[in-house]
């Protein structure tokens, strides 16, 4: 984990006292690079000082792209893996480009029942979703950005960078994408992928 992120999550753990509840926001469980970062953080910060969720926007099946053997293997795999280290999933049904209040309750609902400090997302999408979902509601958030295709340049400099507590980048070409659309570079940290 990147020291800079560091001390969001001291700061948040000292504040409480207790162990930290952090919910990891995805699209889906496909075979990525996104994915298996996710993964690795998980598993990474899965322990007695944290309890952790994987809320997940889609099942393989209902995302946009093919269903293949490999793909709904991938997600069986991904899915008993995380679960036998006692991470908690939430699969949030959502369907492609259908279900949008629907998973803004269920969002809500995710939150309620768990109140995590920390929310990390891994996808504009998925963080459009939980800013809206989540209007007013106090938590941390962290952004990380995957790819140089920012789709919601307006919403990332104007929403979302308000909302972030710290903004993560993977990849210098991904970091110098984001501070050209103006986000906010004191927010900003490189964590490689992988």
């Not at 162990?19 to 994915?35: D, Q, R």
């Not at 995302?63 to 997600?75: K, S, Y």
């Not at 891994?122 to 995957?146: D, P, R």
């Not at 340049?153 to 984001?178: F, H």
Request: hydrophobic share 40%; charged share 30%.
């Amino acid at each position: 984990m990147d020291k800079n992120l560091g001390p969001t999550i001291k700061k948040v753990k000292k504040e409480r006292n207790r162990y930290m509840k952090i919910a990891f926001l995805i699209n889906a469980c496909n075979p990525g690079g996104a994915e298996i970062l996710v993964k690795d953080l998980l598993l990474k910060l899965a322990g007695p000082d944290h309890i952790i969720q994987l809320w997940v926007m889609c099942r393989v099946e209902e995302d946009l792209l093919p269903t293949t053997e490999a793909r709904l293997a991938f997600e069986e795999k991904y899915i008993n893996e995380l679960m036998r280290s006692g991470i908690k999933i939430v699969f949030l049904g959502k369907r492609a480009n259908k279900d949008r209040v629907k998973v803004c309750c269920a969002l809500r609902e995710a939150y309620y029942s768990f109140k995590p400090e920390i929310i990390h997302t891994h996808s504009e999408t998925s963080t459009c979703y939980l800013i809206a979902a989540l209007y007013g509601k106090q938590y941390k958030l962290v952004e990380t950005i995957h790819n140089t295709r920012i789709k919601y340049s307006t919403l990332q400099r104007i929403l979302i960078a308000n909302k972030a507590a710290r903004l993560v980048a993977i990849s210098p070409e991904v970091l110098k994408k984001m501070k050209e659309i103006g986000l906010p570079e004191d927010k900003i940290f490189l964590i490689y992928n992988g």
